[in-house]
């Protein structure tokens, strides 16, 4: 069973600074890796999603990274706004079209 | 308009209600899913289908039905809820393509008392 772990579960940080957050997951045998926004009130949306033979991914200040075969993922956001604080989640897709999520890291991003 | 919309968006019930949870997308996408999200847990998968005559169980579907009704809509119901059915709802659609991420609707938070 795929299992995706996220750490840290929040972090809090100076506007500004540049920040990483990690995912693992157990299974290799994956399609693709996302990574999600998710604001309160709303749905989650989509920022990065990189397929399994890529390496990274780049939209903006986001530069996600996947490295297979050791299950983990980084997505990093740079010079971090306080627009950026959200819940962000991991997922990776496995057969069927279904995807399996991480818990989430908390972000929250101080003026 | 969102592509991806649920009603309702808040609801109470009571222990053994039956409730009815509704998804409708304009995206096109033959695929969609239903997501539970509770605190520290994440989501996870309750049912799929893939076109309307497709359902699958997915992670947690003890206690939950649903119904493609057509291409654009896939409801949840709960037949008798129950109070650890409290949580964050979320539909979602895709594309074929697994190129193609999902798109989630806003949510629906029900809470059984």
């Known amino acids: 069973k795929q299992e995706v772990t996220q750490i840290p579960a929040a972090l809090s940080v100076p506007e500004g600074e540049n920040l990483v957050l990690n995912c693992s997951f157990t299974?290799?045998?994956?399609?693709?890796l996302q990574w999600f926004r998710q604001d309160p009130g709303k749905g989650l949306t989509s920022l990065l999603l990189?397929?399994?033979?890529?390496r990274e991914q780049t939209s903006g200040r986001l530069n996600a990274s996947l490295d297979k075969s050791s299950g983990r993922s980084t997505l990093y956001i740079a010079a971090s706004q306080p627009g950026d604080s959200a819940t962000y989640l991991c997922?990776?897709?496995?057969?069927?079209?279904?995807?399996?999520f991480g818990e989430g890291t908390q972000l929250t991003v101080n003026p | 308009d969102a592509d991806v919309t649920q009603t309702p968006r808040n609801r109470i019930t009571k222990t053994g209600k039956r409730i009815m949870l509704e998804c409708s997308q304009t995206?096109?996408?033959?695929?969609m899913y239903w997501y539970r999200q509770d605190p520290g847990l994440g989501l996870r998968l309750i049912y799929y289908?893939?076109?309307?005559?497709?359902?699958n169980k997915g992670e947690i579907s003890d206690g939950y039905s649903v119904s493609r009704q057509a291409q654009a809509k896939f409801s949840l119901s709960l037949e008798s809820a129950i109070p650890n059915q409290t949580a964050l709802y979320f539909c979602?659609?895709?594309?074929?393509?697994?190129?193609?991420?999902?798109?989630f609707g806003p949510g629906t938070r029900l809470l059984v008392l």
């Open positions: 995206k096109g996408h033959d695929r």
């Open positions: 990189i397929q399994s033979s890529q």
């Open positions: 979602a659609t895709s594309d074929l393509l697994s190129t193609e991420t999902q798109y």
């Open positions: 997922a990776v897709e496995t057969s069927g079209s279904r995807l399996t």
């Open positions: 299974d290799s045998a994956i399609y693709n």
């Open positions: 289908s893939f076109d309307v005559k497709d359902i």
